[in-house]
């Protein structure tokens, strides 16, 4: 199907938007207006509609917050939560950044794409504008011979009365093919994109599947910082790690001058007393909890020696109710858990050192609800 | 040359200004009724420090502060507004520009009262206390109290003398029709831009943010000159509003300078959001003992629904309302909005600055101080809008903007 266009070239912005206003009075059809840059006003001189592309931002913007805010939520809160300076895992003020910049990126994209799409705009395309003037200096209007502007004559005349520069008539033939001269035009991109994405793969996959591939930004993976188990030519010893200076002393870790015998464990017995309050109850739950995990296999609930490992024939410890370990003083009993004692063997692995004197703690409350009855 | 182009334009363009120039009347006539309730609201914000200084000195100290710092931004956001027009050439906003010249008015008032204000009241800021010891050598030798004074005197001064020129080169076009004004007006503005930009940053610092000394927040200039902007804009859109209902404005505001101011409004109401958070998050992150407690005291007790109404009024309620384009165009609802964003700006500053007082001001006082610093400042604009012509007739840009490759 053809059509006739009525084409009015212009210098000024100013023409153009007059010129269009009175073709929408006169009731011609506009078919579009070229410009080389956006004509503030033109939209309501064509009596365009309102573009709905702000609905697309709108859209995507809201996609792009909300997959980013639940992405967040789901790796720091539910699949690999990470305490951060003892915040709570969901804290939202730190994804807002993140989903802040996905809304612009998906919103931004989202509108370009969009735009693209509807003006059926492609790299490539091949320029179907009126003359190439209008990229640089110059204002077309373009009106369709037809309806009220049959009368080729009075628009020619429109266009005179608004200082148009130039205006002709001419015939498009919409069925007609594009020149196949400008196709192959297209296929450049195609083929180049193409190119490239091998390129790219030929890069990155490398041949030898044991080895990772080509590494960007290798400052984020290995860092200025010594690991702490590598070697470094600069320290002492070729070593990251060093030995700590002689008498230094790690926190909590004050060492006991006794050696593993029943003459160091009586003098423990003299030294050391029990540094813990024995009437807070937290200390006595906390002792009551270590003895239900440590000691009562062997030595029972009630401290009788009948735990279930001695029941299958391993041979029982003394009672805590028996003589010696009732005048057994507590510093010794701390010499017994930290050395170990005949059969026993040294719980100071296992159990830390404020763990064993509650463990005592515990062990003096089973003598004395035990020896009463 | 360029005097004659100009009069080859006036006299081929069938300019909108000669008829306006004829339908206005020159002066802005205040309705004698809203004049009188001007001035009863004074009255009562006088009343209101009189009897404040007597029975709650400390409220009425902090409300000064607050209110006259309100009036000097909205002073210096219309002087920017105008600044920002000249130097990018703006036309839509020629029609419109006698309202913010009107505002800059405020400039020399508000900011005597501010000075005043601070020279009255030095126990205001605690590192005037004798046992105050800064933790930087720097920021005692800042924080002298001569030199704070002195400070502040230069930068009342310096926004009052460069508002001067952009105003009195605009009148005088109004009668010569010279285009020199425009080029003098020009330059001007991009002088004060640049003193704007470092002056409102360390005003900020110093009557603001030394109510804490010891808190420190780099963007607090920044922030601050976010909400200036828009509680500018908003009361610039109420003002224009205002006068298209009472005549003036009738032919003169179309729909698509609300359209503009709107999405003034709404990019700066979010610029504000975008720094709030900017500092919110960062301190809150960080966790530093020196920053937190700013937020931690306003987070705390009765302060914190006012925390949260901060950013409801100041963005929430501005982005929801105006984010499509009709709400825009809609007198109405830009005049909800800039009421709602003047009351987010002064919930702001009462933020920044109440707190430190540890407790909520006398309410009575508090309300009557408010009232007579808008009654004050509706006097200052409308007498700055009865001054001159309220559209600037003869500016160039008021039809045509020059054309490309025009030298200006």
């Known amino acids: 199907m053809s059509r006739r266009l009525l084409v009015g070239t212009f210098t000024t912005e100013h023409d153009l938007l007059e010129a269009a206003r009175?073709?929408?009075?006169?009731?011609?059809?506009?078919?579009?207006?070229?410009?080389?840059?956006?004509?503030?006003?033109?939209?309501?001189?064509?009596?365009?509609?309102?573009?709905?592309?702000?609905?697309?931002?709108?859209?995507?913007?809201?996609?792009?917050?909300?997959?980013?805010?639940?992405?967040?939520?789901?790796?720091?809160?539910?699949?690999?939560?990470?305490?951060?300076?003892?915040?709570?895992?969901?804290?939202?003020?730190?994804?807002?950044?993140?989903?802040?910049?996905?809304?612009?990126?998906?919103?931004?994209?989202?509108?370009?794409?969009?735009?693209?799409?509807?003006?059926?705009?492609?790299?490539?395309?091949?320029?179907?504008?009126?003359?190439?003037?209008?990229?640089?200096?110059?204002?077309?209007?373009?009106?369709?011979?037809?309806?009220?502007?049959?009368?080729?004559?009075?628009?020619?005349?429109?266009?005179?009365?608004?200082?148009?520069?130039?205006?002709?008539?001419?015939?498009?033939?919409?069925?007609?093919?594009?020149?196949?001269?400008?196709?192959?035009?297209?296929?450049?991109?195609?083929?180049?994109?193409?190119?490239?994405?091998?390129?790219?793969?030929?890069?990155?996959?490398?041949?030898?599947?044991?080895?990772?591939?080509?590494?960007?930004?290798?400052?984020?993976?290995?860092?200025?910082?010594?690991?702490?188990?590598?070697?470094?030519?600069?320290?002492?010893?070729?070593?990251?790690?060093?030995?700590?200076?002689?008498?230094?002393?790690?926190?909590?870790?004050?060492?006991?001058?006794?050696?593993?015998?029943?003459?160091?464990?009586?003098?423990?017995?003299?030294?050391?007393?029990?540094?813990?309050?024995?009437?807070?109850?937290?200390?006595?739950?906390?002792?009551?909890?270590?003895?239900?995990?440590?000691?009562?296999?062997?030595?029972?609930?009630?401290?009788?020696?009948?735990?279930?490992?001695?029941?299958?024939?391993?041979?029982?410890?003394?009672?805590?109710?028996?003589?010696?370990?009732?005048?057994?003083?507590?510093?010794?009993?701390?010499?017994?858990?930290?050395?170990?004692?005949?059969?026993?063997?040294?719980?100071?692995?296992?159990?830390?050192?404020?763990?064993?004197?509650?463990?005592?703690?515990?062990?003096?409350?089973?003598?004395?609800?035990?020896?009463?009855? | 040359?360029?005097?004659?182009?100009?009069?080859?334009?006036?006299?081929?363009?069938?300019?909108?200004?000669?008829?306006?120039?004829?339908?206005?009347?020159?002066?802005?006539?205040?309705?004698?009724?809203?004049?009188?309730?001007?001035?009863?609201?004074?009255?009562?914000?006088?009343?209101?420090?009189?009897?404040?200084?007597?029975?709650?000195?400390?409220?009425?100290?902090?409300?000064?502060?607050?209110?006259?710092?309100?009036?000097?931004?909205?002073?210096?956001?219309?002087?920017?507004?105008?600044?920002?027009?000249?130097?990018?050439?703006?036309?839509?906003?020629?029609?419109?520009?006698?309202?913010?010249?009107?505002?800059?008015?405020l400039l020399p008032v508000a900011g005597a009262a501010l000075l005043a204000g601070l020279i009255a009241w030095p126990e205001f800021y605690p590192w005037t206390a004798d046992d105050y010891y800064p933790h930087s050598e720097w920021k005692r030798l800042w924080l002298q109290r001569p030199f704070f004074l002195a400070r502040a005197a230069i930068y009342v001064v310096l926004w009052s003398a460069l508002a001067l020129p952009l105003i009195l080169h605009s009148r005088r076009q109004d009668d010569d029709a010279n285009f020199s004004h425009t080029v003098a007006s020009r330059r001007w503005s991009a002088l004060f831009l640049i003193v704007f930009g470092i002056t409102i940053w360390l005003a900020s610092y110093d009557w603001l943010m030394s109510r804490d000394p010891d808190w420190v927040s780099t963007v607090y200039g920044v922030y601050n000159f976010a909400g200036l902007f828009t509680a500018g804009l908003a009361t610039q859109i109420l003002l224009v509003i205002w006068l298209r209902r009472l005549g003036p404005f009738r032919n003169v505001l179309t729909e698509k300078h609300l359209h503009d101011l709107g999405k003034l409004l709404f990019a700066m109401s979010t610029f504000w959001a975008y720094l709030w958070y900017c500092q919110y998050m960062l301190i809150w992150y960080v966790n530093n003992p020196e920053e937190t407690p700013y937020y931690i005291q306003r987070l705390q007790g009765a302060w914190q629904p006012l925390f949260i109404a901060n950013v409801v009024l100041n963005w929430v309620i501005p982005f929801c309302v105006l984010l499509s384009s009709a709400a825009k165009r809609h007198p109405k609802v830009l005049v909800n909005v800039s009421l709602v964003v003047l009351a987010g700006r002064w919930l702001d500053l009462y933020l920044m600055i109440l707190p430190e007082e540890n407790g909520f001001a006398t309410v009575v006082v508090a309300v009557a101080m408010t009232l007579g610093a808008l009654g004050l400042y509706f006097v200052v604009f409308c007498h700055g809008l009865a001054q001159a012509a309220l559209v600037p007739i003869n500016d160039p840009y008021l039809m045509a903007p020059p054309k490309r490759g025009q030298d200006l």
């Open chain 1, 22 to 373: 009175a073709s929408r009075e006169y009731g011609y059809p506009i078919v579009d207006a070229y410009t080389p840059y956006p004509v503030h006003g033109l939209d309501e001189a064509l009596g365009l509609k309102p573009s709905r592309l702000s609905r697309v931002c709108l859209l995507c913007g809201l996609i792009g917050v909300g997959v980013a805010m639940a992405f967040q939520q789901w790796t720091s809160a539910i699949d690999w939560p990470i305490n951060v300076g003892g915040r709570p895992f969901n804290s939202w003020p730190a994804f807002v950044p993140v989903a802040f910049e996905v809304m612009v990126l998906l919103a931004g994209f989202g509108v370009v794409f969009a735009f693209l799409g509807v003006s059926r705009l492609y790299p490539g395309k091949a320029a179907d504008g009126p003359a190439s003037a209008v990229t640089d200096d110059e204002f077309v209007l373009m009106i369709e011979a037809r309806g009220a502007a049959t009368d080729t004559e009075a628009v020619l005349q429109l266009f005179q009365s608004h200082h148009a520069i130039c205006t002709e008539e001419d015939d498009e033939d919409e069925t007609a093919p594009e020149p196949p001269a400008r196709n192959w035009r297209r296929w450049n991109w195609v083929l180049g994109g193409l190119l490239a994405v091998t390129v790219l793969m030929n890069w990155t996959l490398g041949s030898d599947p044991s080895r990772p591939n080509a590494e960007f930004l290798p400052e984020m993976v290995r860092g200025v910082a010594g690991e702490s188990f590598g070697v470094h030519a600069e320290l002492p010893r070729g070593m990251v790690m060093q030995t700590p200076e002689p008498g230094v002393i790690a926190r909590g870790q004050m060492p006991l001058h006794y050696q593993a015998t029943p003459k160091d464990a009586e003098r423990a017995g003299e030294e050391l007393t029990n540094p813990l309050d024995g009437n807070d109850a937290r200390w006595q739950a906390r002792g009551a909890a270590v003895y239900a995990n440590t000691c009562q296999v062997c030595h029972g609930a009630s401290g009788k020696g009948d735990g279930p490992v001695s029941q299958r024939g391993i041979p029982p410890p003394p009672s805590y109710l028996a003589e010696k370990a009732l005048k057994m003083k507590d510093g010794q009993m701390f010499h017994v858990l930290t050395f170990g004692q005949v059969n026993m063997a040294s719980y100071a692995a296992q159990v830390s050192r404020e763990d064993r004197w509650a463990v005592i703690l515990h062990l003096r409350k089973l003598q004395k609800t035990g020896a009463a009855p």
């Open chain 2, 1 to 105: 040359m360029r005097e004659q182009r100009l009069q080859e334009e006036w006299d081929r363009t069938p300019l909108l200004s000669r008829k306006c120039g004829q339908e206005l009347s020159p002066v802005l006539q205040t309705p004698p009724r809203l004049h009188a309730l001007a001035k009863g609201m004074m009255a009562l914000g006088l009343g209101g420090v009189v009897a404040g200084l007597i029975w709650a000195p400390e409220t009425v100290r902090a409300h000064w502060l607050l209110l006259s710092f309100f009036g000097v931004s909205l002073g210096l956001a219309g002087t920017l507004f105008i600044a920002l027009q000249f130097v990018t050439g703006a036309g839509w906003s020629v029609a419109l520009r006698r309202v913010p010249e009107a505002m800059a008015w």
